[in-house]
Each structure stands twice: as C-alpha cells, then as structure tokens.
C-alpha cells in the first residue's frame, strides 16, 4: 500500500513540475520537487525502496524533458546512493543538514544537467547558468520541508 | 321642563368644578410627572431603539451576506465569461489564420510545459492519431513556435525556439543576412556565424530561412534587440526577441505537409 503511494506522490510531483503556475516562477526558475522527493526516501525509508523510488522519479522527470539521454535517472540513483552513505557517515536527524543534503543534491543535480548541456555543444549563457544553478536549488531547498512532510506521512 | 333631583345637580356641579380644578392645575403635576417617569422612559426608548438597531443590523447583516455572495458569484461569472472571451478571441484569430494559411495546419491546446529549468519545452494535446508526427513545425499567428520532438498517440512534446537543443537557419528580412538561430533559456534568442560586415541593426525581422530542412521559409522568428561581437572576435551575435510570448502560450498550430 505505502508503495502505491509514494507512486501517486511521483505522479502528484510530476504533475505539479509540469503544471507550475507562472506566478510562482522565481526569476523564470521552478523547483525540483522530484529531486527532493527523491532525497526524503532516503531519511524516511528503507535504501532499497529509496533507491527503487528514486530511479523511478528520475524516470519520470526524463520522460516529460525533450532530451533523449536519461540524465536524471542516473543523476537521482547516483545522490540516492551517496545520500544513504552520507547518511551513515553523519547524523541527519536534524532539519537544517537534511535541507543542507537538499541544497547540495540540487546544486549537483542543476550542475551535471547544465554541463551536460554545456557539453552537447548548447550555448547557455553564464547568467541563465548561474540562474538555473543557484535560484533552482535554493527555490528547491525552501519547498523541500512541505515535501518532506508528505513523504514522512506517507512512509510512517 | 325637565326637573333635576337636588342631590344630582350638587353631584354633577362638584364634578364640573373637580375636573375644573384638575385642568387649571394639570401644568403643575406634569412637570414632576415627567421627572419620575423620565428615566424608565428614557431607558425603555433607548432600549426599544437598540433592539430596532439589533433587528435592523441583524437584518442588513443578512442582506449584506446575501449580496456579497451574489457579488462573488456574479464575480466569478465575470472572471469566467472574461477568460471564455479572451480564449474567444485566441481561438477566433487561430482560425482565421488557420484559414487563410496555405499550410495545412492541427490546432492543439497546451497541456504542460517543460519540468525543469534547463529545458524548455510544451506538451500538447494532439498527438499521432491527428497525424503530429516528430519533425513538424509548431507555430503560433505570430510566429514560430518550436518543433515536435516526440509524439505519442495522443499528446507531444514540442521543442520551443528558445532551447537550447534548438538551432534555426534564419535570414534577416531587409538584407538577406544569412545566421543561425539558437535558443539560451533566456527570453532572447541568439543568432549566431553573423559576419564582422553583416548587415544586420536593432529592430531588423528576423524569419526562417529557406536552408532550412525543418521550417518553412518565411516564418517570422523574432527582432534583433542587440547586436555583439563574439568571444572569439571572428563573428558578430544579434540577440533576438521572439516575437511569441513562450512562457504564456496556450494554444498553437502545428503545421501537417
């Protein structure tokens, strides 16, 4: 049954990634909720269905983006994977290093996708890059405890 | 003539001087009349008066709810009959263009747009059995839009111009300056491989070119808004606004050959 809906919880995501209201774009930015999905399965639930789950939301992301690499289905079982090992190094029991693991897995996530663009030959020029990089993952940090809250609902 | 008994006449005489007396001094009894009974009067009004007030405020409070929520209904009628006008209106200019083009064209509703920053991308709700097949060309009346990257039986995607993934053979209308136009993420597009003498200034029409294998020549891409030297020092870049709002777009045509 949990696993049914940490299903709908990607679908609900999903949907909200898709159907973000203008007014709500930061400076043209919208936040990665799936990114911070991905890293609550890792504090609230067993590695495995993190790992499971985390693949399938960076699925997900893939099939609504117009690139043909699966950038984010490797980057999300790549922070899945570190996250659960940082997490048996440190003590993430408080909020703020969990939001801290947030803003780091976005600041990475955002950077290997806009290097990966980079890297195809795209011309992003070095605002719209810092842009993406910084203003995401900060606007991804600040959602992340309303994300938190649902997955910690979800997995208790 | 009638005769009264003496006793009577006595009786009716005294009452008259009685009632006589009563009317004469009658000013002298008012006045304290009044003192005592003013203040329970006065009380009695006043309460009488704030009971009315009670009722009365009671009253235009019920009132006053019942309008305001007529207010919001018909509000919300407003905002709803507002919205169907303007998608009117859109729809309305989409025929007539669809109309007049010699393109065959599938008009689509935009159902989502791209999950993340680092793209930018729509969703529609056409897909292969409207016969949108990847490769089309997606404009607006306009301009263009983007390219259908991937359809599914029932909806696309569609790569907008201002992705990066995005590169457009372009010319500029006045002169024939021949470039290549890609996307940035940004609300402007880049033109790029434009040579140190182009002829090219701020405000030209920028339009597809006829090189290009996807679009069809003549599509109107966007202004030139800026015009720069590369890093390299070989060539020159315009910044070119597009004339689509991209962030905002709700419905688009997708051009079937």
């Known amino acids: 049954m949990k696993k049914l809906y940490f299903l709908l919880a990607i679908i609900i995501l999903a949907t909200l990634g898709l159907d973000w209201p203008n007014f709500l774009n930061f400076f043209y930015c919208k936040p990665d909720l799936l990114l911070i999905f991905m890293v609550a399965l890792v504090f609230y639930t067993d590695f495995k269905t993190a790992l499971f789950f985390g693949i399938l939301a960076g699925l997900t992301k893939d099939i609504f983006l117009p690139w043909s690499l699966p950038i984010n289905t490797i980057c999300f079982s790549i922070w899945s994977y570190l996250i659960y090992r940082l997490s048996r190094q440190i003590s993430t029991e408080e909020d703020y290093v969990r939001w801290s693991i947030v803003l780091v897995a976005a600041l990475l996530n955002n950077f290997s996708i806009g290097l990966q663009g980079l890297a195809t030959g795209n011309i992003i020029p070095p605002g719209i890059f810092l842009r993406n990089l910084i203003i995401v993952s900060v606007y991804t940090t600040l959602l992340s405890p309303l994300v938190f809250k649902l997955t910690k609902r979800i997995a208790s | ?257």
């Not at chain 2, 009317?23 to 009974?37: R, V």
């Not at chain 2, 409207?130 to 259908?148: A, C, R, T, Y």
């Not at chain 2, 015009?227 to 689509?244: T, W």
Request: proline fraction near 4%; charge should be positive.
């Open chain 2, 1 to 257: 003539m009638f005769k009264l008994p003496r006793k009577t006449l006595i009786n009716f005489i005294l009452l008259a001087f009685a009632i006589l007396l009563v009317s004469i001094f009658l000013s002298c009894f008012k006045n304290p009349a009044q003192k005592i009974f003013k203040p329970h009067l006065s009380f009695i009004g006043l309460v009488k008066r704030e009971l009315s007030g009670i009722i009365f405020y009671h009253h235009n409070m019920i009132q006053a709810g019942r309008l305001q929520n007529e207010v919001d209904l018909l509000r919300l009628r407003l905002f709803d009959l507002r919205e169907l006008s303007q998608e009117n209106t859109r729809l309305k200019n989409l025929f007539n263009f669809k109309q007049q083009s010699s393109l065959r064209l599938v008009a689509a509703r935009v159902i989502g747009r791209s999950v993340d920053s680092w793209s930018s991308s729509l969703i529609i709700d056409k897909g292969r059995y409207n016969g949108i097949k990847s490769g089309m060309v997606v404009i607006s009346p306009q301009g263009l839009v983007g390219s259908i990257v991937e359809s599914t039986d029932n909806t696309s995607k569609v790569l907008l111009i201002n992705d990066p993934n995005q590169g457009i053979s372009s010319i500029v209308q006045r002169s024939r300056q021949e470039g290549l136009v890609n996307g940035t993420l940004g609300t402007n597009l880049i033109m790029r491989y434009l040579p140190d003498d182009a002829a090219i200034i701020v405000g030209d029409i920028v339009v597809t070119s006829e090189l290009s294998q996807i679009y069809p020549k003549g599509l109107l891409v966007g202004r030139v808004v800026n015009i720069g030297r590369e890093f390299s020092g070989l060539n020159r870049y315009a910044l070119v606004k597009p004339v689509v709002d991209l962030a905002n777009i709700e419905e688009v045509l997708v051009i079937v050959p």
